[in-house]
């Protein structure tokens, strides 16, 4: 079932973290953040919304980073009822779509909820200020491509936060699976 967020509230400060990547290494908020903004977006690797965008985040995340915006993947889905978003898994994952980012793992599930998160992939994003400025989608596309020609949501919206430190205005929340939260 598709989910999407209601209650989003703009402009509160990022929840801190510290969650082990699928590198090996240990990632705080502080090494993710980029000088411009950062984008933490939570994903998991077996939901159709995730497979059909996962080549145009990485797109978008590599131009993103490149222009001083941090970037970063969380996986909290529980692993025990949904063993294909399990650790190893994920490494997999990073692995054969060639993630430019930390993919990092939730397993308490602490910070999805820190931050709200209800569904993936689901998408924050904070300007330089550490601030939440977008919390929209990648662009219009679902489980299909999105039209040919159609825009960059979260580019153009992260561009935009990086310049201004400004809210845009135009934000559609983003639609995807549930969260697979612990009993």
């Given at each position: ?73 969380i996986c909290s889905n ?54 939440l400025k977008y919390r ?48």
């Open positions: 079932m598709a989910a999407s967020p209601t209650d989003i509230m703009l402009d509160i400060p990022a929840p801190a973290f510290s969650l082990p990547g699928v590198d090996g290494k240990t990632y705080s908020l502080a090494d993710i953040a980029g000088p411009k903004g950062t984008v933490i977006v939570f994903i998991c690797n077996h939901c159709p919304y995730v497979l059909a965008i996962v080549d145009r985040l990485v797109k978008d995340a590599r131009a993103l980073m490149s222009e001083g915006i941090g970037f970063a993947a529980d692993a025990v009822a949904y063993p294909d978003d399990s650790f190893p898994k994920m490494k997999d994952f990073a692995s054969q779509h060639a993630l430019p980012f930390p993919y990092l793992h939730d397993e308490s599930q602490a910070v999805a909820k820190a931050y709200g998160a209800v569904c993936t992939p689901d998408f924050f994003g904070y300007g330089a200020d550490g601030r929209g989608r990648l662009d219009e596309g679902r489980r299909d491509p999105p039209p040919a020609g159609a825009r960059r949501e979260l580019l153009v919206s992260m561009r935009r936060i990086a310049a201004t430190n400004e809210i845009p205005a135009d934000q559609t929340p983003s639609i995807g699976c549930s969260i697979q939260w612990k009993n």
